[in-house]
């Protein structure tokens, strides 16, 4: 588990820019920004005030389309997640999260019957 510990300071014009903090004196951190468990290239790691850093990279046009697209922030030397987002895109999304609601929906249905026959078989 790392100690270090990434902020999301914004995301404007496909710039995603960031804070590390918890970084031990004297040791740069080790960043790396994985889309589709690639690294991203052009991940800047800059010293800031107060011991912490500032992290910045800019979001590939090719990760932008139809469906879910995640990044995750890791440790480079560990692989732990720092952080993660996601970008929603495209018409086919309205369904899929339609289809995902319409499980979970069932799968709650499904849930809720057994524990009802559970309570009564068990009174």
């Known amino acids: 588990m790392s100690i270090l510990t990434v902020t999301k300071t914004r995301l404007a014009n496909g710039q995603w820019e960031g804070v590390i903090s918890d970084v031990p004196e004297g040791i740069k951190p080790g960043i790396a920004v994985n889309y589709r468990d690639k690294p991203l290239d052009n991940v800047a790691v800059t010293p800031a005030v107060g011991g912490t850093w500032r992290l910045r990279f800019a979001i590939p046009a090719t990760m932008i389309g139809d469906g879910l697209q995640t990044v995750t922030i890791v440790e480079a030397n560990t692989g732990d997640v720092l952080d993660s987002f996601a970008i929603l895109a495209g ?25 009802r026959r559970h309570c009564v078989e068990t009174a």
């Open 91 to 115: 018409d086919s999304l309205d369904e899929t999260m339609q289809a995902e609601v319409d499980l979970l929906r069932a799968e709650l249905d499904l849930l809720k019957r057994a524990f």
